[in-house]
C-alpha cells in the first residue's frame, strides 16, 4: 500500500544514478541524521529506466524504492519524462523544438522536445504507464511527480508539428469559423486577413511586430498544450494507481510568465511549486512572499508544497550568492508561512559532474562538516517543533487580483512605455500590505470575491467585463477597490475599450483619461498630497480628468502637471481609489496606509518594512508566524506557545534580527 504524505515534509530531490552505491547507503543515513522524509526521486533518469526502445532497466530503481522505505523514508517517484534519452531525439529528430528564429534546440542540455510531439507523448506515457504500473502498490510511494518543471526551456515552438495544433486549437475556441479569427485578431489591420485556418502560423520572427492577439493566442495555446501534456499523464496515473495524489512542480517566481498556473492549479491534486530568489535582489524575500500566496492562490487557498528551493547559491544566475546564514532557514519558513505543508529542494547530494555542480544542496561537496549541513539539521528541528501547523490555511480580507492572461498582454511588444511591467505594481502593493500587517490572497478575477473587504487590481491591462463586473459589485457592497495604471485597457481579444481610459473601470473609479503620457526613462516628477511632504513617481501618467471622483494627490511636474495623480470615488459604504502614476515605495506605504484604515482591514500585530508577520489557522486555532529579515530585534505583542523554542508568551515575543517565530496562539 501507499502511503500518505508527511505532515510538513522535509528533503528534496534525490539523483541516486550519479553516484555509486557506497553513496547511496551513506545518502540514507545522513537523510535519517537530517530527519529527511520525502524525496524526489528519478527526475532525469529517462535513459537509466529505458535505455533503448525495448530495453527497460527498473533494477536500480526497484531497489532505490525498497531500500528508501527500509529507512522510513517517502518517496515523491518522478515519471521521469522531463528530459528525453538521446536514443529517442536521434531516432525521431522531428520531435526537437524550434525557436521563433527559426533554430533547433538540440539535445545535449534537457527538455529537447516539442510540447506538441505526438512522438514524445506517446514514449512519455509509454514510461509513465510503465512506472505507474510497477510501483502504484508500492508502500514508500507517497506521491506522483508528472515531468518536471513543465515548459521550463520549451514553453513555446515553432516548428510545423506546433503550427498543426496551433490550428486545431484556434478551430476549436474559434468553431471553425475563419472570419471570427479575423474579427478577433484585427486581421484587417496590415493586410493579413486569413481566408482559410491552414494559411495561419505561430507568430515567428516576423518584418515587423507580430499580430498582439495572434501573440496572444499562442501564448495561450502554448500553456494548454503544456498543461495537457501533464493531463495525459495524470489520467494514466490515476488509472493504474488510483489513490495516489499526482502533482507536477510549476515555477511561480519573478520571471516565469509562460504557464497560466490558476489553469494548472485545477489540474493538479495538490500544487507544488519551485522557488529560487533573485540573488541580485536585496529584498528578495519580498518577492517569495509575494509568489507564495500567488502559489496559495493557484491551490484555491489549500496548503501546497515548495517541491524546489536551495539551501544556497545556484548555478545559473550571473553571480551565484550564497545565502547568508540564517536565511534558508528564514526563506524556507516563509513559504510555510504562506501556506506550504512541505519543505523539499534541489537537490539533497551536490553534484560531482554536470551543469548544475556549482549547485549548493542539503549536501554539500564539503560534507557533513559544514555551515549548510548544520542549518540544514537545525531546518528539520524547527520543521518537527511546528509540525501541527500543516493543513491550516490563510484566512484574509484583502486580495490582489493576477491573471497570467494580462500579463502575457500587458507585455506584448508596440505598448505605451517598456517600463510598464505586469508584476510590479503587485509586487509593490504587496510589500507594502506586509509591512501593514495586512494578509493578502492573490487570486485569479475570476474568483469570488464576496470575502474580501480590500480589492487591489494592479495593471490588471487585460479584463473580461465580467470581472469588472465583480469588482464594481464588490465597491458598491462596501469593499474599498484600488486599481492601478494600465488596468481595464483591452477585452480578452486584446481590443481597446473605447470611449477614455481606464476603459472597463472608467464608471467604477469616476475618472477618464483621453490620453497617456508616459514619462521618459529616468525621469521623475513629484506628486503632492498624499503625505505632508511631496513623494516621487516615475514610468507613468496621464490626463486625468474627474467624472465623479475627487482628486487625492496631484502630479507637481511632467507632462501630467496639475492633473490628478490619485483619485477617490466613494461608491456605497465603500470607494474605489485609482492610481495614474507609478509611486515611489513611500507613496505607496502612504496611500496603502489610508486605504487600509478606511476599509476597517484588520492588521497582524508587530508586522513592519522588515519583519513578516503571517497567520494559519485551522478551525479555532491559529498559528502567528514572524519571520524576522532585519538585524533589529523585533516585538510582537502576542500571546500563546512560541514552538520553535517551546516557550510561553505572554505579553512581547522578541524575535531577534535575522530570528523565526511560530506562535500557538491563546493561552495554552
Ligand atoms: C529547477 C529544476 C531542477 C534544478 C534546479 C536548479 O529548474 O527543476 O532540476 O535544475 O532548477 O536550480
Ligand atoms: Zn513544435
Known sequence: MPTPLPALAFGGDYNPEQWPPEAHVEDRELMRTAGVDLVTLGVFSWAHLQPGPDRWDFSWLDEQMDALHAAGIRVDLATATASPPPWLTRRHPEMLPITQDGRTLWPGARQAFCPSSPVYREHALRLCRALGERYAEHPALALWHVSNEIGCHNARCYCEVSAAAFRRWLRARYDDDVDRLNHV???????????DFEEVLPPRVAPAWSNPTQQLDFLRFSSDQLLDNFVVERDVLHEVSPGVPVTTNAMVMRNTFEMDYFRWGREVDIVSNDHYLTAADPHAHRELAFSADLTRGTAGGRPWLLMEHSTSAVNWQPRNLAKAPGEMIRSSLAHV???ADAVLFFQWRASRAGAEKFHSALLPHAGTDSRQWREVVRLSQILDAVEEVAGSVARNQTAILFDWDAWWGCEL???????VRYRDRAEDLHRSLSAAGVGVDVVHPDTDLTAYRLILVPTLYLVTDAAAAAVAAR???????????FSGIVDEHDHIRLGGYPGAFRDLLGVRSTEFLPLGEHQHVQVEGLGDELSSADVWSEDVTLAGAEAVATMVDGPAAGLPAVTRRPVGSGAAWYVATRLSPDGTDQLVRRVVAEAGIERLPGAGPDVEVTRRVSGDRSWLFVINHGTEVARVPVRGTELVSDRVVDADLVVPGGGVAVVREGRS
Do not use: I, L
Request: net charge negative; hydrophobic share 40%; aromatic share 16%.
Open 185 to 195: 485578431w484585427g486581421t484587417a489591420f496590415w493586410s493579413q486577413r486569413y481566408g
Open 337 to 339: 508561512a504562506h501556506g
Open 413 to 419: 511588444d508596440s505598448h505605451p512605455s517598456v517600463d
Open 475 to 485: 465597491a458598491a457592497a462596501g469593499a474599498s477597490v484600488v486599481v492601478t495604471y
